[in-house]
Structure formats: C-alpha cells, structure tokens
C-alpha cells in the first residue's frame, strides 16, 4: 500500500476536503451567476442579430466575432486589467466581478448563435397566430417564441454551460478562489502536485456527471416538445 | 503610443510565432490521434468503443487547464523517467489529447452520416468490410469531415493561449511581458494581443464557414 501513499496521499486529500467543497460551490456558484449574465446577453445578441436594423445586428454580429476568434484568457485579462474606474460603481471591478463578466459575455456569444437557430426554428404559423390574437413584439417573443427557441435548443445549451463551467476555471488566474484554485492553494502550501490535480479533476468529473444525468432527463422531459 | 506599438510588435509577433507553432504540431498530432480514436470507436466492438468512450467524457469533463497540470506537474511526480516533459512536449500532448476528443467525434459523427446503402452496395459488390470503409465510405465522410475540423482548430488557437501559465514565451505570455516593460499602455498591448489572435482565428473561421457552404456539415452531439 506504500506506493499508493506515495503517489497520492489520500489523507492530504481528506485534510484538504473543506478547501475543495469550498472550491466546488464557488465553481458552482461563479457558473450560475455567468450562466444567467450569458443567457440575457446571448438571447438579446441573438434577437438583435435577427434585427432589420443594420446597426443593431452589425454591432451583435461584431461581438459574436470578436468573442469568438480571441481566446477566453486575453478576453479576461484585457476585462479585468484594462478597464478603467467605471462611471457606475465608482471603482475598478474586483475579481470576482470581472471574471464573470469576462465568463459571461464570453459564453453569451457563443449561446447567441444557438438561441438564434432556437429562434429561427419556430414556424411563421407560430408568430403568424400570435399576431393574428393581438400580441405586441414583446409579447409575442415572451410567450410564444422564446419558451419553444429554448426548448428545442437546451441540449446545445446545456453542452455550452458544460463549457462555461470548465472555462471557469480560468478564472483563478486574477485570483478568484473556485475549484482550481483550490488545488492551487493545496500545491503551493504543501508542495503536493498529485493530490492538489487529481482531486481537482475528479471534482469536476462529479460536476460534469451531474450534469449529464440533469441534461438526459431535461431531454427526456422535452421530447414530447421538439418538433 | 506608436512608439509602444513599434517597441513591442516584434515581441508579440515572435510570440505568434510560437503559437503558430504550437497550433500546428496540435492540429496534426490531435488530428491523427482523434481520428484513431473515432475509428475504433465506430468499427470496434463494445469493449473498445465503451473505453474510448470514457476516454472522451474523462478528457471533456474536466477544464485544459487541469489536463496541462496533470502532465506538467503530476506525471513527472511518478519518477518514470520519460514522464519528465519539459513545457513545450507537455503543452502539446496536452493540447493534442484534448484536441483529439472533439476529432473523435467529429470522425464518428461523419462516418454515421454516410447513408447505410452506400456501404451495403459495397459490400454486395464483394468487397471486405475494410475495402469498403477505406474506398466508399471514408472519402466520402472525409468532406463532411472538413467544416466542423476548422472550428476545432480555433479551439486549439484559443487553448495555446492557457499553456501561458507553465511558462511557454507564446502570444498572452508575450504580452505579458510587453505590459511588464510598459505598464501604462495595458489596455494597447492586450488589446494588440487579442487582435493578433483575431487576425489569426478569423480566416479559418471564414475558411470553415465557406466549406461548410460548399460540402455540407455533420451535425455534432453536444
């Protein structure tokens, strides 16, 4: 059983438990927050790129480009160092602030795509109908389209979450306390690779378990919905 | 501020360089490996595509950043000696094993995309399984194989920027140093490293997005 101890030193792991639960809800929670700022920025991205107006969807279209072809650390670096005091706070964002807005404006565009194609599948019927009983643009979108878009696009969507939750990890980089950086803290305090990173990835395994499970029965749940 | 521009665009275009290298030794060696992988996975029995499956939601469940920790520092902490990687052989077999994942199942997806009939008439015709996965099947899957590998690519583009963090003096570490030589023009030097990145991803993304066009997609489990 030495070597076993030697290469991983359970009770180092055990030792450290409170540090990684800790990690695990801060991922958690850092990926809710991004989630719900990535789902209002994507849907209005994605209503806005579907715009007549040609300044509106170029600028939709701009962000998604840009987002898309510079990588998720610059985005969180140039976020986090390069802005100056804002005009609102009064301050500069902290970490914290900073990495979500960077997770999710970063997300947002990616899941502005999929909201799109969510938006497009809709027959012409559907909005057709909705004009037809009186509904106003705003209500139209509210009860008729989006609640379909989304339904038929939540797996693309849940695998997109699943994404932001890993990138989320970058975020201990400005010095966010998540799950990564629980094994950060692990190796610089007892110089132990093997517990800090192996633990590490079998928490986010148990994460992405869960979320498997969660997006199977949300597509069982759905089927009867899809076209 | 052109001054800062002139003074560090070398640093940062040596910098690309760097990344470029990277992204291609990526693209090849992820590309050959994900294609193996997706092979067996869809001619091989239940054993082998059920491991190769595991392999893939092991290597897709858990952040790059974990994978790249795992070989820098906790492979060579089993003292086997050409564990031992130095930064640049770890961030590209990091790289390429994660970049291999997202082949697999663009290799799978394509292969089951091409209709049934197309490798039953080759059979009938008398050819083995084999002469008929390597002359019927796969050239046709090979095409629909095209648009979604330009997207991959990107994806490997963006992942060098993480291999930063163990010490490879590639784009965002450039970057960083310029910043650490002229710390007032942050904002100018981050913003001159994203549009590097820009200049590079963007054309494959048109690239990818114009073969999508010309030889249709597979569409990919998510």
Not at chain 1, 178 to 186: D, I, K, N, P, S
Not at chain 2, 152 to 169: D, F, N, P, R
Request: charge should be positive; glycine fraction near 8%.
């Amino acid at each position: 059983m030495d070597w076993i101890l030697d290469f991983y030193n359970y009770r180092v792991a055990i030792q450290y438990a409170p540090e990684f639960a800790r990690g695990i809800s801060a991922t958690i929670w850092i990926s809710l927050v991004s989630l719900v700022l990535a789902l209002t920025i994507g849907t209005a991205a994605a209503i806005m790129r579907m715009s007549a107006n040609p300044v509106l969807w170029r600028i939709s279209a701009g962000y998604v480009q840009a987002i898309r072809s510079t990588p998720l650390l610059i985005q969180i670096y140039v976020i986090y160092f390069s802005l100056p005091a804002l005009p609102l706070l009064g301050r500069r964002l902290d970490e914290l602030e900073g990495g979500i807005i960077a997770l999710g404006l970063n997300a947002g565009a990616y899941m502005s795509e999929i909201i799109r194609a969510g938006i497009e599948s809709i027959s012409r019927g559907q909005i057709e109908g909705a004009q037809s009983v009186g509904m106003t643009y705003l209500q139209r979108m509210r009860y008729v389209v989006l609640p379909q878009a989304f339904a038929n696009v939540l797996p693309p969507l849940l695998g997109q979450t699943a994404v932001l939750i890993k990138d989320s990890s970058l975020v201990s980089f400005i010095g966010v306390f998540e799950l990564f950086g629980a094994g950060l803290t692990v190796l610089s305090e007892r110089l132990m690779p093997n517990e800090a990173f192996l633990t590490v990835a079998v928490c986010y395994l148990a994460i992405y378990w869960v979320m498997l499970i969660f997006s199977n029965f949300a597509q069982r749940r759905l089927g009867g919905v899809r076209r | 501020m052109v001054d800062v521009i002139w003074v560090t665009m070398p640093f940062l275009l040596a910098g690309l360089w760097i990344t470029i290298k990277i992204s291609l030794i990526t693209i090849l060696c992820g590309s050959l490996l994900g294609f193996v992988v997706g092979m067996l996975r869809t001619v091989g029995g239940w054993a082998v595509s059920t491991t190769l499956g595991l392999y893939i939601h092991a290597l897709r469940g858990t952040p790059f950043l974990v994978h790249l920790y795992i070989i820098y520092f906790v492979l060579p902490a089993t003292g086997i000696s050409w564990l031992q990687l130095e930064a640049f052989p770890a961030a590209v077999i990091s790289l390429s094993l994660y970049t291999s994942t997202y082949v697999a199942e663009i290799v799978r997806a394509a292969i089951e995309a091409v209709p049934r009939g197309q490798s039953e008439a080759a059979r009938s015709t008398g050819m083995t399984a084999l002469q008929s996965m390597w002359y019927v099947v796969l050239p046709q899957a090979l095409k629909l194989m095209i648009p979604p590998m330009g997207g991959v690519y990107v994806i490997i583009i963006k992942g060098t920027s993480i291999v930063s963090v163990i010490g490879i003096a590639e784009l965002v570490r450039a970057g960083e140093h310029a910043t650490q030589r002229h710390p007032k023009e942050l904002m100018l030097i981050y913003g001159m490293t994203a549009l590097l990145y820009f200049a590079y991803c963007y054309p494959v993304l048109r690239l990818a997005r114009w073969a999508e066009t010309k030889f249709g997609s597979v569409r990919l489990p998510s």
